[in-house]
């Protein structure tokens, strides 16, 4: 259970050009989705936290206009890297929480996707 | 401001060997401290603590919290190359709708044959 799937696993692409990373939770429901960047060697850096249906909540020094989040549904989210740029080349990690579990401690576990490394030529 | 901090950042050990690996932490509105692996890919969960003093277990993997302290400790007993992972620990903080993990850097582990 608790399964959370990420696509594509990895893309090229070149600069200024849009990609769009899908992460689904697959067998629960998911109000809660987090999105985070890792760089090699280095922990993991949330860019932004996902709730179906409404705005995302990014942290600071993130460029929201830059990095476009749409939680559609109970079990979809989707970041997009606009007008992409080498120094967004990175692995990008989703995670979502499982909806059965709001209220109680057990729903601050988060299960992660098995990212997207993306690089931008 | 919230942080963890966990410790040694990275280890070397060989097989056979038992390991300890801390995670002290600061976080506002505590709630649960989550500890995850990560191999090449994204991490995988693997104990949820919320209550002090009891152990939480599964196989060779054991971990404890000390909310009086403030830290947890991951043991992993009779190592195998398998084990070779960074060790991620995560503190949550609950605030209103605003729930999210504060992470430590992670401790990178490996075993060698």
């Known amino acids: 259970g608790a399964v959370v799937s990420q696509h594509p696993s990895w893309v090229i692409c070149k600069s200024g050009t849009s990609v769009k990373i899908e992460c689904r939770s697959l067998?629960?429901?998911?109000?809660?989705m987090f999105w985070y960047r890792q760089f090699p060697k280095q922990s993991l850096m949330l860019m932004a936290t996902s709730n179906e249906g409404s705005k995302a909540t990014y942290e600071q020094g993130v460029e929201k206009d830059k990095f476009l989040i749409n939680h559609a549904s109970l079990t979809l989210s989707t970041l997009t890297v606009t007008s992409a740029h080498p120094e967004d080349s990175s692995f990008y990690i989703c995670?979502?929480?499982?909806?059965?579990?709001?209220?109680?401690?057990?729903?601050?576990?988060?299960?992660f996707g098995p990212g997207t490394r993306l690089t931008v030529l | 401001e919230d942080k963890v901090v966990q410790s040694p950042l990275s280890l070397v050990v060989h097989e056979g060997d038992t390991v300890t690996l801390n995670c002290s932490y600061e976080v506002t509105n505590f709630r649960s401290l989550l500890w995850y692996k990560q191999e090449k890919k994204a991490p995988t969960f693997l104990f949820m603590l919320t209550s002090s003093g009891i152990e939480k277990k599964s196989g060779r993997l054991s971990s404890i919290l000390d909310k009086k302290e403030l830290f947890s400790i991951l043991n992993i007993t009779a190592t195998q190359t398998g084990d070779s992972a960074v060790y991620l620990c995560?503190?949550?903080?609950?605030?209103?709708?605003?729930?999210?993990?504060?992470w430590g850097l992670g401790t990178s582990l490996a075993v060698n044959p």
């Open positions: 995670s979502a929480r499982d909806r059965s579990w709001a209220g109680t401690s057990k729903g601050d576990t988060q299960y």
């Open positions: 995560a503190g949550a903080s609950y605030a209103g709708n605003n729930r999210k993990l504060i």
């Open positions: 067998d629960f429901q998911a109000t809660t």
